[in-house]
């Protein structure tokens, strides 16, 4: 099937990037299980490795199983092309590598998944490179915080793990006067909620392992390329602007256009950082993307149902899902995500850290996991699980405080999920 937009997006779910198989006529993306492929001669494979010629040289940089997933999230995000990675965190290094150089900064929201504050705020440094972290509901702090060095903006859409939403064109426009490039995380919010393209971002990333193939099977992520972005336009770019002398002073935006971020991901952070999906792993996200829409559909719906029985409960302090009619971000969410504010959300109990453990044991039907977007549901305590690296203050702001647990809310009938957190909440608070 061709790409044609003008296909409505669970039609798109179910067919973008797929043809029956070439070989076989096979009907469902066969899992090309295969680590290199063979070239027609010696002159093919001397155009192949020049980059004068597309097409498969071996599994660390292109397999049709992983291409067929990569034109398919390209298409959903409304995107030019996707570069797939072994993890969500190896998309996260995989986007900042070709902007980011010793000494050079991104400028993040406080409201992150707590691995990737670890990630920007520690690991990053090993490379010379920096975060910022500010809070994205003040944009003259985003303002403030960009510098000479800054090299891009980092934010997600529905954070983890408050669920709390951001107003990306808003931030998008700070990123634009400052010609810098916004990278999105869309992994709680998926393509169906939100299209961050749409609203200004450069670069949209997700954790595979999350709510795109939904059922707790795959490790993977995935980077999403606008093409909007002119890396031409000033000098803060080398690696997509200068020749690059790896591929014989080929200079990739010049050569690739709105491709070049694409181009450069395989042919540069693919082949040197080699943080790789394996065609098993694509074949199973490709597998869960087909009924995405109709999952989301029912997570948001679930979502919403346990959320205002939670806040009507008086063993609850306070419940922080943006899908709340009394969230402060009522109004943002009929705006900027009018599908749904997504299925994650942390909920603070009066008796504190005590009654949390307690809940997280008690329950039946939530498996106590550190994953989310899963088809079951799912709670943690983030603050001695994911956010433990992180400090009090830290915490506070990511809204992973001691007392607050975090609940992906999955699809199974939400009157069994509001019975079990019911038991669960009368032995945590006994
Ligand atoms: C899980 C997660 C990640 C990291 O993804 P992995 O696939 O576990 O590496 C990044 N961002 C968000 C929002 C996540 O939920």
Known sequence: MSDTPQYGFDTLQIHAGARPDPATGARQTPIYQTT?????????????????????????????????????????????????????????????????????NVVASTRLYGGTITQFSQTIKRFGWSAKFVDFDDLDAVREAIDDDTRAIFGESISNPGGYVTDIRAVADVADAAGLPLIIDNTSATPYLCRPIEQGATLVVHSLTKFLTGNGTVTGGVIVDSGQFDWSASDKFPSLSEPESAYHGLKFHETFGPLAFTFHGIAVGLRDLGMTLNPQSAHYTLMGIETLSLRMERHVQNAETVAKWLENDPRVASVTYAGLDSSPYAERVSRCYPKGAGALFTVQLKDGYDACVKLVDSLEIFSHVANLGDTRSLIIHSASTTHRQLTPEQQEAAGASPDMVRLSIGIEDASDLIADLDQGLAKATA
């Open 36 to 104: 290199a492929y063979v070239f027609r001669d010696a002159d093919h494979a001397a155009a192949l490795f020049n980059l004068q010629e597309v097409g498969y040289i071996y599994s660390r940089l292109t397999n049709p199983t992983v291409a067929v997933l990569q034109e398919r999230l390209a298409t959903l995000e409304g995107g030019v092309g996707a570069v797939c990675c072994s993890s969500g965190h190896a998309a996260q290094i995989m986007a900042l590598f070709p902007l980011m150089g010793p000494g050079k």
